[in-house]
């Protein structure tokens, strides 16, 4: 049975709401990459940056994505400072595109250079249901989803549905199918009121509606190809040719 990674966030639910017929593996984003490079499972929605320094081991599921238009809600720098006078943050280990995209944020729209930390002394890179149940204890909450999006007038693509080459076409596209009927399904209950993930009812439609989108549309590519290019500059690998890479249908 193919084993599938899904990242143990609540933004990863609607991806496997209804999603049978495989194994799925949970972990935290940096772990599920480790996995997916050793074939430990050949599957998994993950950090998009693992595409930019892997292209060769994989084919993407297109129109799937972890992105946003504006605010992701869970992916916050969090400080006790104002932002132009942060200089030291503890950044967290464990989606490696959270941290360049943190790089990008400072380094090119407000110009300002920083030192990671292993311990929390002026502001901390939050992500996932941490960042969401963190924001309201500090003064200070910067969306980088938002930072990017006001910078670039483009969605950010924080994860994608990678599957190794090495995987049966069959297999591939049933688990494409399967993943876009589970989206459809939650988003289905979603609407109707039958999905009741936060004690909240307000955000759980704020949330799945305006702060995560699942999508992957010409926008995200362009977005993509533009964070590559960040990363290019910022490590000297060479920045791959994304539309080469999606799995074919």
């Given at each position: 049975m193919l084993k599938v990674g899904r990242v143990s966030y609540t933004n990863t639910l609607p991806l496997?709401?209804?999603?049978?017929?495989?194994e799925i593996v949970e972990g935290h984003p940096s772990e599920l990459v480790e996995k997916l490079r050793k074939g430990e499972i050949q599957a998994g929605i993950v950090s998009s940056a693992?595409?930019?320094?892997?292209?060769?081991?994989?084919?993407?599921?297109?129109?799937?994505?972890?992105?946003?238009?504006?605010?992701?809600?869970?992916?916050?720098?969090?400080?006790?400072?104002?932002?132009?006078r942060i200089s030291r943050i503890k950044v967290t280990?464990?989606?490696?595109?959270?941290?360049?995209?943190?790089?990008?944020?400072?380094?090119?729209?407000h110009?300002?250079?920083?030192?990671?930390?292993?311990?929390?002394?002026?502001a901390i890179l939050s992500i996932g249901d941490e960042a969401l149940?963190?924001?309201?204890?500090?003064?200070?909450?910067?969306?980088?989803?938002?930072e990017w999006f006001r910078h670039t007038a483009l969605?950010?693509?924080?994860?994608?549905?990678?599957?190794?080459?090495?995987?049966?076409l069959p297999v591939a596209r049933r688990l494409?199918?399967?993943?876009?009927?589970?989206?459809?399904?939650?988003?289905?209950?979603?609407?109707?009121?039958?999905?009741?993930?936060?004690?909240?009812?307000?955000f759980n439609e704020e949330y799945f509606l305006r702060c995560i989108d699942y999508n992957l549309t010409k926008d995200h590519l362009r977005s993509l190809e533009l964070f590559f290019g960040f990363?290019?500059?910022e490590t000297g690998h060479e920045a791959p040719k994304i539309n080469a890479l999606f799995l074919p249908l």
């Open positions: 496997f709401y209804s999603l049978r017929g495989f693992e595409l930019f320094f892997n292209p060769e081991s994989y084919y993407v599921l297109p129109d799937i994505s972890i992105s946003s238009r504006g605010r992701v809600c869970s992916v916050l720098l969090l400080s006790e400072k104002p932002l132009n280990t464990r989606s490696v595109t959270s941290r360049y995209l943190l790089r990008y944020v400072l380094k090119e729209i110009r300002r250079d920083f030192k990671e930390v292993p311990s929390k002394e002026e149940s963190l924001k309201d204890y500090y003064p200070f909450s910067y969306d980088l989803g938002e969605p950010f693509v924080f994860a994608l549905f990678l599957v190794r080459r090495e995987v049966a494409y199918r399967s993943v876009k009927e589970s989206l459809t399904d939650f988003f289905t209950d979603l609407k109707r009121g039958k999905v009741k993930v936060f004690s909240d009812p307000d990363l290019e500059k």
